[in-house]
Every structure is written in structure tokens, then in C-alpha cells.
């Protein structure tokens, strides 16, 4: 963890405590082309379920580091809801996993990636996707960030 070490040596030189969020790839195919697809195990972006525990196991020792969110992001231009469905259940798992151990998320960043009109494509509406993930996070008290991104400004 050393990029932990190092925000947290930062922060405590300038005596501010900060609250870090942590990337986790879940390993899901988004159905998108492979150039902007984020979320599965051979792409670089964010770290395994594994290497979060241990991140997360080992985060309450940094004193001006708080590791109190979660991160995810599976890709761009996704045109369905399911990808995230998939997505947002395994990370759910995961913070109850982490909150039975103690640890308290209080943020929750569900990255962007819903699909814009560009010309022919026939993306889901914002509204057709919060009926399929809202569900989800029903009971969540972290507070939850979303980043429309393209599908707010890109047409």
C-alpha cells in the first residue's frame, strides 16, 4: 500500500484528514467495445476483490487516511442495464462483507458509462436504469455518487 502511505504522509504534513476511495474491478463484462471497457479482469483499471480485503484490512493503521469509499466503473457506452446490475450486486456484497468486519463505507462512486446518442444507438433512459439499480441500494447508508459523463453532455 504504498500509494496509501504516501497520501496519508501528505495529509498528515498538512494536518488535514482525508477520506479515500478505493477502485475495484468487478469483473464484468459490459458489452461495450474493448476500448472503453473497464470493468473486466484483463483490463488495467481498478484492483480484484482480493486486493481490496487486504487494502481495506490494512487501511485503519494510517491516521490521516481514512479508506472509507468505493469505487467502480465497467466502461463507457453501455447501452443496457444488466452490466451494471452485475456490477453494483457484487460491490454491495462486498461492503456488507466489509461492514461485518468493521470498516464503514461512507461513500459509494458508481462511475458513468451510460450510453449517448450519437447517431443510431439506443441506449437505456436514466430513468429505465434507476428503476434496474435503485433497488440495489435500497437500505445503502453510504452516500452514493454517480458521473453521467457522456450521456449528459455527449450528444
Request: charged fraction near 25%; charge should be positive; glycine fraction near 8%.
Amino acid at each position: 500500500m504504498p500509494e496509501l502511505e504516501q497520501i496519508n504522509a501528505i495529509a498528515q504534513k498538512m494536518r488535514k484528514h482525508v477520506n479515500v476511495s478505493i477502485r475495484i474491478n468487478p469483473n464484468v463484462d459490459p458489452h461495450t467495445h474493448e476500448y472503453i471497457t473497464t470493468g473486466k479482469a484483463e483490463t488495467k483499471f481498478g484492483i480484484d476483490f482480493e486486493k481490496a480485503r487486504e487494502i481495506f484490512k490494512g487501511a485503519k493503521r494510517f491516521t490521516h487516511a481514512q479508506v472509507s469509499g468505493v469505487h467502480v466503473h465497467i466502461g463507457s457506452q453501455i447501452e443496457t442495464g444488466e452490466p451494471f446490475v452485475e456490477a453494483f450486486q457484487k460491490i454491495v456484497e462486498f461492503i456488507d462483507e466489509l461492514e461485518a468486519a468493521g470498516t464503514r463505507i461512507k461513500f459509494l462512486n458508481l462511475g458513468g458509462g451510460l450510453g449517448a446518442i450519437y447517431s443510431d444507438e439506443n441506449p437505456q433512459t436514466a430513468e429505465e436504469f434507476a428503476r434496474k439499480i435503485l433497488p440495489i441500494f435500497k437500505k445503502r447508508k453510504c452516500r452514493l455518487i454517480f458521473e453521467p459523463g457522456r450521456f449528459y453532455c455527449g450528444q
